[in-house]
Nanobody, 126 residues
């Protein structure tokens, strides 16, 4: 089993930045695809960004150019740097891991991921 713990959420003004962290434990996730999703109450959980074992990345169109996903395999941690935040980015952000070692393809479907964190709230005030 993999446990994922997100941190770094909070309240920020529009135009500001936040960096989310996702610390994994239980297994080394360096070979896993890692993803970030977000969810607003009453809406489906949506894909934000993903990163594969070699550092390849994939972003939702809504965040491309503003968000950057990265990983530090030595720390078993994944990050999401979020810049130029706006009110539409307000959501609970979830970290996820796909148990498909050394896969290059980064899926954007929620059901493709096997492990999830509890989420961290990001609120952007306008």
């Amino acid at each position: 089993q993999v446990q994922l713990i997100e941190s770094g959420g909070g309240l920020v003004q529009a135009g500001g930045s936040l960096r989310l962290s996702c610390a994994a434990s239980g297994r080394t996730v360096s070979s896993y695809v890692m993803g970030w999703f977000r969810q607003v109450p009453g809406m489906e959980r949506e894909f934000v960004a993903g990163i594969n074992w070699s550092g390849g990345t994939y972003y939702a169109e809504s965040v491309k150019g503003r968000f950057t996903i990265s990983r530090d395999n030595a720390k078993n941690t994944v990050y999401l740097q979020m810049n130029s935040l706006n009110a539409e980015d307000t959501a609970v952000y979830y970290c996820a891991a796909e148990d498909s070692s050394w896969a290059s393809t980064i899926p954007s479907g929620r059901l493709d991921y096997d492990f999830w964190g509890q989420g961290t709230q990001v609120t952007v005030s306008s």
